[in-house]
């Protein structure tokens, strides 16, 4: 995830807050768009969509929609830049009818300002993946957990943890659909690699954002989503909390990548599709990338194992696109018949497969093959969100990702670490 320089959580709140005491009928009496317009009988959505991979399915869905409901069109607006933008929007009373949002700390900040539609007692929940909401749920940035409400519906599921070259394990006798289940066998499996002469990580850290991957995967099962509340309220510090995966990622970085560990992501995916190295400590978006340079490519994916209990082991999985409508739209039976629509299990599983992620249904397809090595583990609501989600986007995580295994420095790294987190708690507004 790339940092967000935006303005400060507090400042972002009394805005949203202020912004959100002008209702939507004003906003239409200046002439403004963003509630939706009707005209002859004919309503407009405004769709906010945020995700550009996935731009051109989105923009051909509301066409099919349209076409089944003429009386609705549906206005798509694909941004470039989803946060910075739908803020702007927000604050100039242009609240968008229906949106797709990445699920993250911003998505949590803006359901905590009461910008998006609750839909915890809606019948569709019940049919929905329980870990899937419960990630939307935990999100929403307040210390009061009767709060944590659904402001949205998982929309499609991603995961983080490595992908596998099946051809380059076999040949070195390795089973890639038996991979390691704890962090002993992790390092052992390394092990054997590196001494075949093979190598056993594809490091990509000229891009350090890549780096946030590995730390997610290991954090998911090493620190429980509530801790975030401790480091919140002062209890504790990214010392007790990312002690332990900072010298995981040193020990993997420092003795088991490629001699030059500084590629990019785009020669990190080339590289494994080419057998070039056994593993990709990447989430599942990765995959499509691989498969558009090797559509051949034989591929599986994995959970991270973390400690050496095979039975505690989480699957570091997010709700990459969650779907909600905005709380104060005039079209609410319009904005629903589309979201009900795109929720269809038709649609939902195209877009899986387009986008090589998991349903958010209890049932979960996969829409690749390769994800089936971790099915079990939605299957079983063995999730937990990715550890970065809970921390503000305006931190460069990255950056202090790429100096620890750079140096092996951890004491610098959890320093800076809760450095940064202190000067924006200081900030806040309370």
């Not at 402001?151 to 983080?160: C, E, Q």
């Not at 995580?397 to 670490?417: R, W």
Request: charged fraction near 25%; include cysteine.
């Amino acid at each position: 995830m790339k940092p967000d320089s935006t303005t400060s959580v507090g400042k972002f709140r009394r805005i949203v807050y202020r912004a959100l005491t002008a209702t939507c009928a004003i906003a239409l009496t200046a002439g403004l768009a963003g509630c939706g317009n009707s005209t002859a009988g004919t309503v407009t959505l405004d769709f906010f969509q945020f995700k550009a991979e996935a731009a051109d399915w989105f923009t051909a869905k509301a066409k099919e929609f349209e076409k089944t409901h003429p009386s609705i069109k549906v206005n798509v607006n694909n941004s470039s830049d989803a946060t910075t933008d739908l803020r702007t929007r927000l604050v100039k009373n242009r609240e968008p009818d229906v949106i797709t949002i990445n699920g993250d700390i911003n998505f949590g900040m803006l359901a905590e300002a009461g910008v998006f539609h609750d839909f915890t007692d809606d019948d569709i929940v019940d049919e929905l993946n329980p870990g899937m909401v419960n990630i939307a749920k935990s999100l929403v940035q307040t210390n009061d957990e009767s709060k944590k409400r659904l402001y949205g519906l998982p929309y499609a599921g991603n995961a983080s943890g490595y992908i596998i070259n099946a051809d380059v394990w076999e040949e070195a006798g390795e089973d890639p659909d038996n991979p390691p289940q704890t962090w002993s066998e992790f390092i052992d499996l390394l092990q054997r690699f590196k001494s075949k002469g093979i190598v056993p990580i594809e490091a990509s850290t000229a891009d350090p954002w890549t780096l946030q991957a590995p730390l997610a995967s290991l954090n998911s099962t090493l620190v429980p989503e509530s801790e975030y509340l401790s480091l919140k309220d002062g209890s504790k510090k990214f010392s007790d909390l990312w002690g332990t995966v900072s010298d995981q990622l040193v020990e993997i970085y420092q003795n088991y990548t490629q001699k030059n560990p500084a590629v990019t992501y785009q020669q990190a995916t080339q590289d494994l599709a080419a057998g070039k190295a056994a593993i990709l400590p990447l989430g599942t978006y990765a995959i499509p990338q691989i498969r558009l340079i090797n559509s051949d490519a034989n591929l599986r994916f994995a959970q991270m194992p973390a400690t050496d209990d095979a039975s505690e082991q989480q699957l570091t999985a997010g709700d990459d696109v969650i779907l909600t409508m905005g709380a104060h739209t005039k079209h609410e039976k319009e904005a629903r018949e589309f979201i009900d629509f795109l929720m269809n299990d038709e649609n939902i599983k195209d877009y899986s497969k387009q986008q090589s992620a998991f349903t958010p249904y209890k049932d979960t397809y996969v829409g690749d093959e390769a994800l089936n090595g971790v099915l079990d583990f939605y299957q079983a609501g063995k999730l937990a969100d990715f550890c970065d989600h809970y921390v503000p986007a305006s931190i460069n995580i990255a950056g202090f990702l790429q100096t620890l295994v750079q140096s092996g420095n951890t004491e610098k790294f959890l320093n800076s670490m809760q450095s940064e987190y202190d000067k924006i708690e200081a900030r806040n507004f309370r």
